[in-house]
């Protein structure tokens, strides 16, 4: 995508027209000289000028902030401040409207096919982000009360994006908003479009989580139906025995043993066991090369598993086997996009662009993964929003909040870069009410808890 000629006109003719207008009005100020300019320029858009946004809502979109004052107030010009009322629907599932939508201020509601849903809430000064970026939508995107949100159309970011030097060779800017063009070999544009024509293939769990999904209901599983489906599975059912010590006890049959074991242990920790015990093979399965290359992030989601267990028994936040698992899976969609950079190795990456990749794409493909392998909802929240260190919400800390500060802890000791945020600045740290000592033995405890998560499926 080229950037049209009369585009470059008509900024450099804006820069010229503004600072000749500020000398001769030197009491304007900036904005209001732009936004004067800019109409006397175009021509008036017979609409009030309360409805443009202020360059200071853009600058909360982080791929804008770095552009120049007068980029930002020709975007703004060529834009309008939507207001939405509760019930009000911003974005229908399955549309394929080549807009994002920012919210500036307030409530919504993002709502799966499956009935599945979550909230978010954004305030005036807090960075904003594209919403439900998938095409087609996975998403009813509803405002829960009065909504004020931005539509840019994605080509209108690129083109001002790449008026500025800086901004040009910010990979996020092409890979969030490209369209497919043959000059844009992002890799995230690459696998967007693969996500958008259900091209990537997403991986299945063994044949035991697939079944065990089909009946588990919570505390009310019927003991003896989960009983009968692990009798088939004798590996799984041998660990849960070990787990619940009573493999060793002669005078019980083996199905005996089991439902013992399941009474013993609860079904909401079986099914987090087996959960677990199934990712785990899912992962050891993977062909040498593929496993080697994802060492270090399984190895990281090992150490997320562990603390949130500890964390998890410390806070009493959380059951500790679902922590277990929240952990465990945080970031799963890894494992499919590590499959789709092989594939696409003729864009010939570097490592910041394949950690970008991962970066921009984790929460997504892992939602989608999770979503494929039917888990709960809160385990799918955690896939989307732990790697948000800001995240803060009203009422008590949830599981994301725990599995967000497990993660923010498992990095701290690999980052040399001090490239993660002061302790002070995590809310969820806070709403977990983790002290400082509290952390550093979870550190501790990490490596032995890390081996016997690992006995679940070796």
């Not at 003719?13 to 001769?24: H, K, T």
């Not at 496993?291 to 399984?298: A, H, P, Y």
């Not at 790697?387 to 909040?401: K, V």
Request: with cysteine.
């Amino acid at each position: 995508m080229h950037i049209s000629d009369s585009l470059v006109f008509y900024i450099a003719a804006f820069r010229n027209i503004v600072e000749s207008f500020r000398l001769n009005n030197p009491s304007k100020p900036k904005e209001a000289t732009g936004r004067f300019v800019w109409r006397r320029l175009i021509g008036s858009r017979k609409r009030p000028v309360s409805s443009i946004p202020d360059i200071a809502v853009l600058q909360r979109i982080k791929v804008l902030a770095g552009l120049p004052e007068d980029h930002l107030i020709a975007l703004a010009n060529q834009l309008q401040l939507a207001e939405a009322q509760e019930n009000q629907v911003l974005l229908s599932l399955g549309s394929n409207e080549q807009a994002s939508i920012f919210v500036v201020q307030g409530k919504i509601q993002l709502l799966a096919e499956d009935g599945r849903s979550k909230t978010l809430r954004v305030d005036e000064d807090q960075e904003m982000r594209p919403i439900a970026q998938l095409r087609p939508s996975i998403y009813d995107v509803t405002a829960l009360g009065p909504v004020t949100y931005l539509k840019i159309d994605r080509e209108q970011l690129i083109e001002f994006a790449k008026l500025s030097e800086a901004a040009s060779s910010d990979i996020s800017v092409h890979s969030l908003f490209s369209d497919d063009d043959e000059d844009d070999n992002s890799i995230v544009n690459h696998l967007y479009h693969n996500l958008m024509d259900n091209s990537i293939k997403l991986p299945s769990l063994p044949s035991v989580a697939d079944r065990v999904q089909g009946v588990y209901r919570g505390e009310d599983t019927d003991v003896d139906t989960l009983a009968h489906i692990l009798v088939s599975y004798p590996d799984v059912a041998r660990k849960i025995k070990n787990v619940a010590r009573c493999a060793n006890n002669d005078r019980l049959s083996s199905i005996e043993k089991l439902r013992y074991s399941i009474k013993r242990l609860g079904t909401p920790a079986v099914y987090s066991m087996i959960m677990t015990y199934a990712v785990g093979k899912l992962v050891r399965r993977l062909p040498v090369a593929h496993l080697q290359r994802v060492k270090s992030f399984w190895d990281h989601s090992l150490g997320v598993a562990a603390i949130a267990r500890i964390l998890a028994k410390q806070t009493r936040s959380a059951s500790p086997d679902l922590a277990m698992l929240a952990g465990l899976v945080h970031g799963i969609g890894v494992l499919v996009i590590d499959d789709r950079l092989l594939e696409h190795h003729h864009l010939k990456l570097d490592h910041l662009e394949i950690d970008h990749a991962i970066q921009v794409m984790r929460p997504e493909i892992s939602s989608l993964l999770l979503r494929k392998w039917d888990y709960d909802n809160e385990l799918i929240q955690v896939a989307e929003e732990c790697g948000d260190w800001s995240r803060d919400h009203e009422g008590p800390a949830d599981l994301c909040d725990l599995i967000l500060v497990a993660n923010y802890y498992a990095l701290l000791h690999s980052d040399t870069n001090r490239t993660l945020p002061g302790a002070h600045a995590v809310p969820a740290i806070e709403k977990l009410r983790v002290s400082p000592d509290q952390a550093i033995d979870a550190i501790k405890q990490m490596p032995n808890v890390k081996r016997n998560i690992k006995k679940l499926f070796i």
